[in-house]
């Protein structure tokens, strides 16, 4: 008999030991009815899976970074970030709450969603069907010569289950990202100039506030500036040899001095006068001496009461007087004149404060006083004094005062020298510290100069940037593959869900035969009696059915075929009533066969 049975582990153990092809066919004829069931189910989901999955469409749009138009070595933009990096900013500007939802309300997308869920969760499923890919490829760096992949052109797409939605939203999105990267470079540009202007401005203020301090430096300081320096060292320099000639020409106008006063001492002011008899008219001096003479003649001759005698008398008494308040006057102005001398000589070797020098000073406001006084008592004196008649007297006289005024405007202008060379002395000396704060402020000005070329040059590169910016000659988006209607839908891909549901069913198929197997206890056929007992069996004969067995396999083969039946209707039935009607499903198998 081919039907068997045994204790079901040794059946188990016997079944793991089959290994030929016979006997896995045999297993499936066995098996065939949970096979078929099995691989029916199966094929059922499939199919409802192919013609109940919603077709979802995506529309894409291909944005390529076009390269400045200008080159850079004439127009540098001041945009320098890599071209991925802003395109990620761009991103995160454009997938704001604020957008998202300006577009779902504007489409009316998600209508269900809306009204079940929150914003976030409609925000996120938003997100969800929007997709973006970089395109990169391998250039050559300019700079370095060494290839790098940098990123060409980026694609932004959107799914929807109607593809006029994805269209218009995807040419939504591409459109936000041309705007936003024309507007963010704008503004980056704008930004950029605008700030470099402002610097300019603050820059150029404290040039002003700096030039002003500095020229009111060198006006405070205009004899002690560094430039001057040389010239007051050459002007001190020659005031010192003004000096020495003034002591010079002071010294040799003493000399001369005292050489003219030796003449005069030895002239007498009053010249010789002479009568019409052609007698000398003598001076009082002389006329004094001639009286003595005649006196001492007459008084030897006559006696004390004689007229002549007596007149003479008389009048030597009163020649006597003038005689004598004239010698006295020239002997003071003799005197008076030789202490100037000395004095003048006396300041060439010694200070003010030297006792020779104060004595002198003394000695002269003494006789100034004297001969003043002299001259009041005597009027005669002081105009025979005052008006000498003498031409020798009066030459030699005349060439003293001229030297005396040359001695004084030499003594003068010695003062003023001297002055004026201590004050280039104190110039000279502050200097230093003048040249210090001069060069601080000029270095200061200098530096904030240099720093205003250097800010103005960045504001008019700034300045041709944002014009190239808003020419839209630099680095641009240009949409080169708009988002179109799709034609085909993007998912499902219901080829590729035939042949994995076809694969899948089969091999759910076959596990359902093996576990079938596993839990059948019998033996089938010769091997596998061979194999228990390790004895070959004398005959074989074949199972003999009888007519209750056929009746139950009868049965259960309608039983099948009812169930399976009954399966398929209550699906074309759920699947006509809940999702689409048969014919619309009809029409739509029949127009993707025929595309």
């Given at each position: 008999m081919e039907r068997s049975t045994a204790h079901p582990l040794n059946a188990i153990h016997v079944k793991t030991q089959i290994k030929n092809l016979g006997d896995h066919l045999n297993a499936v004829r066995r098996r065939r009815g949970p096979l078929i069931l099995?691989?029916?189910?199966?094929l059922v989901i499939v199919g409802a899976a192919v013609l109940l999955w919603p077709p979802t469409f995506q529309s894409t749009g291909t944005v390529l970074i076009e390269q400045q138009e200008v080159p850079t070595d004439l127009v540098r933009?001041?945009?320098?970030?890599?071209?991925?990096?802003?395109?990620?900013?761009?991103?995160?500007?454009?997938?704001?709450?604020?957008?998202?939802?300006?577009?779902?309300?504007?489409?009316?997308?998600?209508?269900?969603?809306?009204?079940?869920?929150?914003?976030?969760?409609?925000?996120?499923?938003?997100?969800?069907?929007?997709?973006?890919?970089?395109?990169?490829?391998?250039?050559?760096?300019?700079?370095a010569g060494v290839p790098i992949k940098a990123t060409i052109a980026f694609t932004v797409s959107y799914s929807n289950r109607s593809p006029e939605i994805a269209a218009r939203?995807?040419?939504?999105?591409?459109?936000?990202?041309l705007q936003e990267n024309m507007d963010s470079r704008k503004q980056h540009a704008?930004?950029?100039?605008?700030?470099?202007?402002?610097?300019?401005?603050?820059?150029?203020?404290?040039?002003?506030e700096l030039a002003g301090k500095l020229a009111d430096f060198?006006?405070?300081?205009?004899d002690n500036l560094p430039q001057v320096l040389d010239l007051n060292r050459t002007i001190m320099n020659r005031s010192q040899d003004e000096m020495q000639e003034i002591d010079a020409r002071v010294r040799s106008i003493d000399q001369q001095l005292t050489y003219l006063d030796a003449q005069l001492a030895q002239i007498n002011p009053v010249a010789q006068v002479y009568t019409s008899t052609g007698e000398r008219v003598m001076s009082p001096s002389d006329r004094l001496k001639y009286l003595r003479t005649e006196y001492v003649r007459a008084s030897a001759l006559y006696s004390p009461t004689h007229p002549d005698v007596v007149r003479l008398k008389n009048e030597m008494a009163g020649m006597e007087k003038t005689a004598s308040a004239a010698d006295a006057v020239n002997d003071l102005q003799r005197q008076l004149e030789d202490a100037k001398t000395q004095l003048a000589s006396a300041k060439e070797h010694y200070a003010a404060t030297h006792p020779d020098v104060v004595r002198l000073e003394q000695l002269i406001a003494g006789l100034n006083k004297q001969l003043t006084d002299a001259l009041k008592n005597d009027a005669s004196a002081k105009k025979e004094t005052e008006e000498p008649d003498n031409p020798a007297y009066i030459t030699i006289k005349s060439q003293r005062e001229a030297s005396m005024n040359e001695r004084t405007s030499l003594l003068i202008k010695r003062k003023e020298t001297e002055a004026r060379m201590r004050e280039y002395e104190k110039r000279i000396a502050g200097a230093p510290g003048v040249e210090r704060e001069y060069m601080q402020l000029a270095g200061d000005l200098d530096n904030t100069q240099l720093k205003y070329q250097q800010v103005r040059q960045k504001q008019m590169e700034a300045q041709q940037s944002q014009n190239l910016e808003e020419d839209r000659k630099g680095e641009h988006f240009t949409l080169i593959e708009p988002p179109l209607v799709p034609q085909e839908p993007a998912s499902p891909n219901r080829a590729l869900i035939v042949i994995m549901g076809v694969v899948l069913t089969l091999a759910f198929g076959a596990g359902v035969v093996v576990l079938c197997e596993m839990l059948d206890g019998s033996l089938h056929g010769k091997y596998e009696v061979?194999?228990?007992?390790?004895?070959?069996?004398?005959?074989?004969?074949?199972?003999?059915?009888?007519?209750?067995?056929?009746?139950?396999?009868?049965?259960?083969?309608?039983?099948?075929?009812?169930?399976?039946t009954a399966a398929m209707v209550i699906a074309i039935t759920l699947i006509h009533f809940l999702y689409r009607p048969l014919d619309v499903l009809w029409q739509v198998a029949l127009r993707r066969l025929s595309g």
């Open positions: 099995s691989i029916f189910i199966g933009s001041t945009i320098t970030s890599f071209a991925d990096q802003r395109i990620q900013v761009i991103t995160q500007r454009v997938m704001t709450v604020e957008n998202l939802i300006r577009i779902v309300q504007r489409y009316d997308l998600y209508p269900d969603l809306r009204k079940k869920k929150t914003r976030e969760v409609v925000i996120a499923r938003m997100r969800q069907d929007v997709g973006f890919e970089m395109i990169s490829a391998n250039v050559i760096d300019p700079r939203v995807a040419n939504e999105l591409v459109s936000l990202y704008v930004g950029a100039t605008k700030f470099l202007t402002d610097q300019a401005d603050l820059l150029e203020k404290e040039i002003a060198k006006e405070r300081n205009a061979e194999a228990l007992l390790s004895v070959a069996p004398l005959a074989v004969l074949p199972y003999m059915e009888n007519s209750d067995e056929r009746v139950a396999r009868a049965r259960t083969r309608r039983y099948s075929i009812a169930g399976a």
